[in-house]
């Protein structure tokens, strides 16, 4: 089995919430690259990430390119909503959804979820929806740590399956049906 949708606000997520903007009125974001390790390790587990923002941004792109993330859904107005359309072109419930948000605006799509995370520099309303809120804040590793738990988490049980299927058939070493394959999320 694959990890679902990693479902990513931008601003106040992946950034620090911060906009700078140079002399000349380039606007420019920072992202951290423990978040973009994360992400790549999503992918390459099979997993598809999405990013959805309210703004819209070059610096966005520009980022999710460099991270290999094709799906960029920005300038939204209902998250929520847009969500919905992206599941369903994706063959994808709700419940397959891990959701990160920081502000109210992620509120809906965060109750939701399967599994709603609220980063650590969120608004209240949001952590209190949220069924995880990361100790690390928006722009600073937060996403990482959320796709290291549900991938350590899973590659533990497979690790914790293998060891019990080989204590069961003597030790012989054969395949677990249905592992071997990217973690589950």
Do not use: N
């Not at 999710?64 to 094709?70: I, N, Q, S, T």
């Amino acid at each position: 089995m694959t990890p679902g949708v990693l479902a990513l606000d931008v601003d106040g997520v992946l950034t620090d919430g911060g906009i700078y903007v140079s002399e000349g009125g380039e606007e420019m974001l920072r992202f951290s690259v423990l978040d973009g390790f994360g992400i790549r390790r999503w992918i390459d587990a099979g997993g598809l990430c999405v990013w959805i923002s309210a703004r819209s941004s070059t610096a966005m792109g520009a980022r999710a390119e460099r991270l290999g993330v094709p799906h960029v859904l920005l300038g939204v107005v209902d998250k929520s909503a847009a969500l919905e359309d992206f599941l369903a072109g994706h063959g994808h419930s709700w419940q397959d959804v891990v959701y990160i948000g920081d502000d109210l605006v992620d509120l809906e799509p965060v109750r939701k979820a399967g599994f709603g995370v609220a980063v650590a520099s969120a608004v209240a309303p949001l952590k209190s929806a949220a069924a995880y809120v990361t100790t690390a804040a928006g722009g600073h590793g937060a996403v990482r740590e959320v796709v290291d738990r549900i991938l350590d988490s899973a590659m533990e049980c497979d690790h914790e399956a293998a060891q019990e299927a080989q204590k069961s058939d003597g030790g012989q070493g054969r395949p677990v049906a249905g592992r071997g394959g990217p973690p589950s999320a």
